[in-house]
């Protein structure tokens, strides 16, 4: 039992509590990036994808993470609390930390666990700054931490998010509405090399420097407010029919991407989780990483080797973990997804 004092966690007949605690400062660099991304039809699958969020590799996960029969887990990126709530199920002794940095999807998930009100707390929190909430909520060392990178199906179809371009909305993008920083704001307010530049560096877009000049001309008729606006500038941009992409990759798939990934600081956020992951495990416990695009997973890849070969993680996922054909059929988030699960090595 890793945790200090049974005050942590709320009685059985409360309902699931969510702290919000002080934003933590972030340290970094929102335009880091990561490595390549291969861009798949998968990735306009999941842009396109409906409301209902259903959690992917349900069965691996459970498996993997629970072997080792952890007393605590954090869910990283609790969203509608799919994988939680199995996780729960699964094991009826486990107590689990939720963290999100959207309000809403915290809220939804606290519905969506009242029944296991007495072994959850839910924290709106970055898991960037893992250790720290660990920390104030007087937990010494996980069993098992879950990351299932990205944005949920009803993330994306809400309008407000400012994520996809197929439903208008505000040019936002922010999962957490205390960033400051807006998709609209990098595309009126960056100067164009560097609009072209952040949109190759963080998702490859080949034809940034294009994008970049044409949303350059329109801005000065005026500043660039809606989703669907970006959407058909771009589809224009590299010359093609925004109201015919159907069945192929959208235009500006990569270019909702990169700013997402951008205003959301995803790079500087998984590569602090990853650095803080081993310091928050007990001996013996699991970390596994879900994620949707190479950038992310040659992330977690490289973490998992180069803590291997130093003696603290043993790799339990050699190869990345995928969905089968019946997920992949059911699922289409599930196409692109690959789960890596390392475990914390005794400490030497
Ligand atoms: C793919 S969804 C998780 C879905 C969840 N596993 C389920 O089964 O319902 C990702 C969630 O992580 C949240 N998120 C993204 N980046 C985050 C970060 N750096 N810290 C905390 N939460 C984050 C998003 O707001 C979203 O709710």
């Given amino acids: 039992m890793r945790l200090r004092g ?17 934003p933590l400062p972030h340290v970094g660099n929102p335009t880091r990036t990561f490595p390549p991304v291969k861009m798949v039809r998968v990735m306009s699958d999941a842009l396109d994808s409906p409301s209902v969020h259903v959690p992917v590799l349900p069965e691996e996960v459970c498996s993997l993470l629970l072997a080792c029969d952890p007393e605590v887990a954090v869910d990283c990126t609790l969203g509608l609390a799919g994988h939680a709530r199995l996780l729960l199920e699964r094991s009826p002794r486990l107590r689990l930390i939720g963290l999100d940095v959207d309000s809403h999807n915290l809220s939804a998930a606290a519905e969506r666990l009242a029944p296991f009100a007495g072994r959850i707390q839910l924290v709106k929190a970055n898991f960037a700054d893992l250790r720290e909430v660990l920390t104030r909520l007087q937990v010494e060392g996980a069993g098992a931490i879950l990351a299932d990178l990205g944005v949920s199906s ?8 400012g994520l ?30 560097e609009l072209a530049d952040l949109l190759y ?36 941009a590299v010359g093609q029919n925004p109201d015919a992409h159907r069945g192929r990759i959208h235009p500006a798939t990569r270019t909702f991407m990169a700013l997402r990934m951008a205003v959301n600081r995803e790079a500087a956020s998984l590569q602090r989780l990853l650095a803080q992951a081993p310091d928050c495990l007990r001996a013996g416990g699991r970390i596994g990483v879900i994620s949707f695009h190479s950038g992310e997973d ?9 803590r291997s070969r130093a003696g603290i993680y043993e790799l339990v996922t050699k190869k990345p973990v995928c969905a089968g054909e019946v997920e992949s059929a ?14 914390r090595e005794s400490s030497p």
């Avoid at 371009?165 to 807006?182: A, H, I, K, Q, S």
């Fill in 6 to 22: 049974s005050a942590n966690w709320p009685n059985a007949s409360r309902p699931p509590s969510i702290k919000r605690f002080a």
């Fill in 154 to 161: 009803n993330q994306i179809s809400d309008p407000q998010k």
């Fill in 164 to 193: 996809s371009f197929e439903v208008d909305g505000p040019l936002d993008m922010r999962l957490d509405e205390n960033l400051t920083t807006t998709a609209a704001d990098l595309v009126n307010g960056l100067p164009e090399g």
């Fill in 201 to 236: 560096l963080q998702s490859q877009e080949r034809l940034s420097r294009k994008i970049s000049k044409r949303i350059c001309q329109v801005r000065r008729q005026g500043r660039i407010n809606s989703t669907v606006q970006l959407a058909r500038l771009v589809a224009f």
């Fill in 298 to 306: 040659r992330l977690v890849k490289d973490d998992f080797r180069t």
């Fill in 330 to 343: 059911t699922n289409p988030r599930s196409r692109s997804a690959k789960l890596r699960v390392a475990q």
